[in-house]
């Protein structure tokens, strides 16, 4: 039950979702709390906004005085990194400390519904993987991918906290990669390279999930009553050959011994976007089922893996000639 004049507080205001997210909510006439370490230039002029270090040992006392202040009866948390950080130290503090703080004001403040964003990834990509992934499928990561294992920590973290706290909704929403004509991440990055770095030998399926349906989630989470995580995905899967030539891209298939050993170079040198430890997921299964949330949440994505891959492509096209930003 929503409580009278409650606010929604939002985390990540920077970020593509939380940014879209936010403006909906404003639209809809919601109270809105934005928090982030800067105030974006397009924040609606009627979002409160706080700036807070998430990383900071007292932001759990801040961010309690400012649900108590606001009256916050629910919680988006946005604040991952779209792309994985060099500074491992700081990446986990913002992700993993950072969700701890969060959690230990929730609980203070009585904040009754969480939604939280993480990604499929947190399965691991492993030869073993059955077709589809149910949200109880184990959370194995890749070894040695911190950006990914801090993800599984934070889901570790949050199951623990639904145990102790049964009177509140805790949803996690587990995305597939999200790709769109406006996003920007590690995924629109390397399907926005002229030649796409594969292993040989090697053509998993995967699944994407388009910006919208990805806001319309977690809009539809925030006001659920549910519990628990949830696969976020497209319609349908293709094999990452496909999503290639429909990315309009080369594919650079090279053995896998030589690949991981090019990546991991790479990336030291800070040539690379992703760690060689990215590469599980272009040579192992890692597909979703997107069942749960369309049963507990009424989520049904609008577009499909192939659809939202052309729709990206074709802003690709304007990007790279220059006529579009």
């Given amino acids: 039950m929503a409580r009278k004049n409650e606010s929604i507080a939002v985390t990540g205001l920077n970020t593509f979702v939380g940014r879209e997210v936010v403006k909906r909510l404003t639209r809809d006439g919601r109270r809105v709390v934005g928090i982030d370490l800067d105030r974006p230039r397009d924040l609606p002029q009627s979002v409160q906004f ?120 805790v949803i996690s929403l587990r995305f597939a990669p999200i790709l769109g004509p406006t996003v920007r991440n590690v995924f629109t990055l390397l399907f926005g390279q002229p030649a796409v770095m594969t292993l040989f030998g090697y053509d998993p399926l995967w699944q994407l999930v388009h910006e919208e349906d990805a806001i319309a989630a977690v809009l539809r989470a925030a006001d659920a009553d549910a519990n628990g995580a949830f696969n976020i995905v497209g319609r349908h899967v293709l094999p990452l050959s496909s999503l290639i030539y429909l990315a309009g891209r080369v594919n650079l298939p090279v053995p896998h011994p030589l690949a991981y050993g090019l990546v991991r170079t790479a990336w030291l040198a800070g040539a690379s976007p992703v760690p060689a430890e990215h590469l599980d997921y272009a040579r192992f299964l890692w597909v979703a089922d997107g069942a749960r949330a369309e049963a507990a949440l009424g989520f049904v994505p609008t577009y499909s893996t192939r659809e939202t891959m052309e729709q990206f492509a074709g802003v690709q096209r304007l990007r790279d000639a220059h006529l579009a930003a």
């Fill in 50 to 169: 706080y700036k807070v270090d998430l990383t900071l040992p007292t932001s759990d006392a801040i961010l309690a005085d400012i649900f108590r202040r606001e009256k916050v009866g629910r919680l988006i948390h946005l604040s991952f990194l779209s792309r994985p950080s060099r500074n491992v130290s700081w990446q986990h503090e913002l992700q993993v400390i950072g969700t701890l703080h969060l959690l230990h004001a929730c609980a203070a403040e009585n904040v009754k519904q969480i939604v939280v964003k993480s990604r499929t990834m947190v399965y691991g990509a492993h030869p073993l993987n059955p077709n589809y992934l149910t949200e109880d499928a184990p959370l194995r990561g890749v070894d040695g991918y911190r950006w990914v294992g801090d993800l599984v920590e934070v889901e570790q973290i949050l199951q623990r906290y639904r145990s102790r706290h049964l009177d509140a909704n």
